[in-house]
């Protein structure tokens, strides 16, 4: 049986960013996602993530990009496709048509700067995908 990872997510930073017009990053929403990652009774410590969405798109639906955790965290038998699949989730569930942490419609042109949204919740994953 596989290791069972524990993701406890703490909270979301909603556009942490402020970049000038010009910046490559400007039409990018930039986030952070706050969480401690436990592997079997290993602890891991407290990450963090990028989540990036361009300004305007769908938020329930538009991809999202997922950086890498800081600090850095490698480990080849990692479930990386559950793990941003549970980033995401969390991320949507803060904001959007259905957020929690705040919630408007689809493109409504709003900007956010260092929102944050605190929403503790633990999930369980197996280590390996």
């Keep these: 049986m596989p290791q069972q990872v524990t993701l406890t997510l703490l909270r979301a930073v909603v556009d942490t960013q402020s970049a000038p017009p010009q910046s490559a990053n400007a039409n990018h929403m930039i986030s952070r996602v706050f969480f401690t990652l436990e592997i079997?009774?290993?602890?891991?410590?407290?990450?963090?993530?990028?989540?990036?969405?361009?300004?305007?798109?769908?938020?329930?639906?538009?991809?999202?990009e997922i950086g890498p955790m800081v600090p850095h965290f490698a480990d080849e038998k990692?479930?990386?496709?559950?793990?941003?699949?549970?980033?995401?989730?969390?991320?949507?569930?803060?904001?959007?048509?259905?957020?929690?942490?705040?919630?408007f419609g689809e493109n409504a042109g709003i900007v956010m700067r260092d929102c944050v949204f605190s929403n503790k919740q633990v999930v369980h994953f197996p280590m390996a995908g």
């Design 40 to 64: 079997g009774d290993k602890q891991g410590g407290t990450f963090h993530v990028e989540v990036t969405q361009p300004r305007g798109s769908r938020y329930s639906e538009d991809p999202l």
């Design 78 to 103: 990692f479930n990386w496709d559950k793990f941003r699949e549970q980033i995401e989730k969390y991320y949507r569930q803060q904001v959007g048509p259905n957020g929690s942490g705040i919630r």
